[in-house]
């Protein structure tokens, strides 16, 4: 698989705030990369770098094997940044218009609307949309020059559940047409639905790097839990194939294990009287939460 975005030890110091500290990393054509991690962790000051509007202290960025601000990269990006402008006085229909005129072979206005899910709006003023339509906006704007590489920087905050998944649909869509997306956001569930890869940034640090299975699995502590309606003793519990971990208070029992399946065989092959059986499973925000406290 060929590398579209390659970063090599870039390090920003703002005045004496490390932003972003030795981070080395390579995006992959036609995958999603997600970047997580807590405020101020530096994924910003990472998306900004790649997108050529940040300078690196030290350390290098190329994309598409050429320094980001060059023009040529620069016809190939698409990017929804956090701040949603709004072009005062302006139609959203024409708004569009003027950013499909920057680019030599613009999606249609029509394309673009149904992207974005802007049917609608065409022709509101922009300043009367809602903060969840100017978030769409701001993705039509990011699509106009039908780039083959799309930074999403907390694309869905301030959306309704339906937007998100029309967003999400069409993020999808241009996933499978090839195009390579770069994302940040503090929604886990989106990361699960939709990232190929997860880097967690902590303190302008990569502290870990993997598929969403990978990154749950260093952290993973599933479990079964359920009430005893008889006496088992903890002994009993404890020696039970599957079984990890025994934590029980009175008749309240939950018992660890990597593998639920085996450890639901287990109590049922055991005949181990209970009710309220319940499976928990770990999920990518205790992932992260562990592995932030960890490093
Ligand atoms: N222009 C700037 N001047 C000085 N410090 C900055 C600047 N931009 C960012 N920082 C600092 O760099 C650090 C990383 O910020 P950044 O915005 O990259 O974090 P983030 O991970 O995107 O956070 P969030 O999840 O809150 O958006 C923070 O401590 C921030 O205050």
């Known amino acids: 698989m060929k590398s579209v975005i390659e970063l090599n030890g870039v390090s920003k110091i703002y005045k004496n705030k490390t932003a972003v500290d030795q981070l080395s990393l390579q995006v992959e054509e036609g995958s999603v990369l997600a970047l997580i991690g807590p405020n101020g962790a530096g994924k910003t ?19 598409f094997g050429q320094h980001p601000y060059e023009k040529s990269v620069r016809e190939r990006l698409g990017a929804m940044l956090q701040e949603t402008s709004v072009i005062d006085l302006m139609k959203t229909g024409e708004i569009i218009d003027l950013f499909r005129s920057y680019y030599k072979a613009p999606l249609s206005m029509k394309q673009l609307l149904a992207m974005s899910g802007l049917e609608e709006c065409e ?14 906006l701001s993705f039509a704007l990011a699509l106009a020059g039908d780039p083959h590489l799309i930074f999403l920087d907390e694309p869905t905050v301030g959306m309704d559940v339906s937007s998100r998944e029309v967003f999400w649909r069409t993020v999808s869509a ?9 994302l940040t956001t503090h929604y886990m569930d989106e990361v699960e639905a939709i990232a190929d890869r997860v880097v967690i940034v902590n303190n302008g640090k990569s502290i870990a790097d993997g598929t969403v299975q990978e990154i749950k699995s260093t952290t993973e502590k599933n479990s079964v839990s359920f009430t005893l309606t008889d006496q088992v003793s903890s002994e009993v519990l404890n020696s039970l194939p599957g079984v990890d971990q025994v934590n029980r208070n009175g008749n309240k029992v939950e018992l660890f294990g990597a593998d639920t399946d085996l450890l639901i065989f287990t109590i049922v092959r055991h005949n181990i009287p209970l009710k309220d059986l319940q499976i928990n499973k770990s999920n990518l925000e205790d992932a992260l939460q562990l592995l932030i406290s960890a490093s």
Not at 123 to 136: D, E, P
Request: glycine share 12%.
């Open 174 to 182: 241009l996933r499978d047409q090839g195009r390579t997306i770069v």
């Open 45 to 63: 000051t990472t998306v900004k770098m790649m997108l050529g509007l940040t300078k690196p202290t030290s350390g290098h960025v190329k994309v």
């Open 123 to 136: 022709n509101k003023l922009a300043t009367s949309l809602s903060g969840g339509q100017k978030r769409r």
